[in-house]
């Protein structure tokens, strides 16, 4: 499957799944048992990570003691967390992502739990399609070096931490100025993102097939800064100056790098994308409509 293809249909026999699961979930047994059943009458291989080996069980082979296997999908049982959580596993096995919800809004999410063995007999019958989704790159430079990279599927936030202060940030595209502003902090959002952490933020809502990139502050002292929307092609960096305090950089919510004053953080389309299993038939927008119960009175 070609990189940035949309809703293409996988010409492949699904035989050998990647599992990761939210540790915490307290009804494992009642899955696990369901995905022994699968893996005993049809032929299925399952594989995991030796981080997820303790509370997986042994049916669930680890991949890393595994030669040449090839996964054809990556069943992530959680909620939109775990799928962040998982997103490293999915781009080293180039493997598809399908999201089965056991959490509260799920919006990563394609099925619920109870739909696991008629989505596995879709997925055997090759009725399924894949989206292909942008992902950020976010890079520290520091006194002229860069020092931190790595990837983001929602968002890369920089936040000033507990420290009741605003930062100033620094906002440029391209090398060119775009604004200037004392805030909380600072969003960069994937179309994905957009219905996360941006949009809490006053940020627009984007179809998850774009790529483009929206910035939003948080809490900005000057009203007139707004969320704005800018290319995937372009190159855009935070300046963060005088940091007396705490300040960080998030990716997907997880605490990734403090930062220091006049740090620059570089934010760009990343080159790899990240690919989800969508087996119904509903739009983006039918989505919007239930999980975020939009325009209902």
Request: charged content about 25%.
């Given at each position: 499957m070609k990189s940035g293809q949309q809703s293409s249909l996988m010409e492949v026999i699904m035989k050998n799944f990647g599992i990761f699961f939210n540790p915490k979930y307290a009804h494992k047994k009642t899955i696990?048992?369901?995905?022994?059943?699968?893996?005993?009458?049809?032929?299925?291989?399952?594989?995991?990570l030796s981080e997820q080996n303790e509370f997986l069980p042994d049916f669930i082979k680890p991949i890393e003691t595994t030669e040449k296997v090839k996964l054809d999908c990556i069943l992530v049982f959680g909620g939109d967390g775990t799928i962040l959580r998982a997103l490293h596993f999915a781009l080293k096995s180039s493997a598809p992502i399908l999201g089965i919800?056991?959490?509260?809004?799920?919006?990563?999410?394609e099925i619920k739990v109870s739909e696991l063995e008629k989505s596995i007999e879709d997925l055997k019958k090759n009725k399924f399609k894949?989206?292909?989704?942008?992902?950020?790159?976010?890079?520290?430079?520091?006194?002229?070096?860069?020092?931190?990279?790595?990837?983001?599927l929602n968002d890369a936030v920089v936040y000033k931490g507990q420290v009741p202060k605003l930062i100033d940030i620094r906002v440029c595209s391209n090398r060119r100025f775009v604004v200037e502003t004392r805030c909380d902090g600072i969003i960069a959002a994937t179309p994905t993102g957009s219905t996360a952490y941006s949009l809490s933020a006053g940020g627009p809502i984007l179809s998850p097939v774009m790529d483009a990139i929206v910035i939003a502050p948080l809490s900005p002292h000057i009203l007139s800064v707004r969320p704005m929307v800018f290319s995937s092609k372009d190159v855009l960096s935070f300046k963060v100056k005088e940091i007396p305090y705490e300040t960080i950089l998030q990716l997907d919510g997880q605490n990734t790098h403090a930062l220091q004053t006049n740090d620059e953080i570089i934010i760009t389309a990343a080159h790899q994308k990240v690919d989800f299993i969508k087996l119904s038939n509903k739009t983006f927008y039918q989505v919007l409509r239930k999980k975020l119960h939009m325009g209902k009175r």
């Open positions: 696990f048992d369901s995905l022994k059943n699968l893996y005993e009458n049809m032929d299925f291989k399952y594989f995991k919800n056991l959490g509260k809004l799920g919006f990563l999410s894949v989206q292909s989704r942008m992902l950020l790159k976010a890079s520290i430079k520091r006194k002229g070096k860069m020092i931190f990279s790595s990837l983001a």
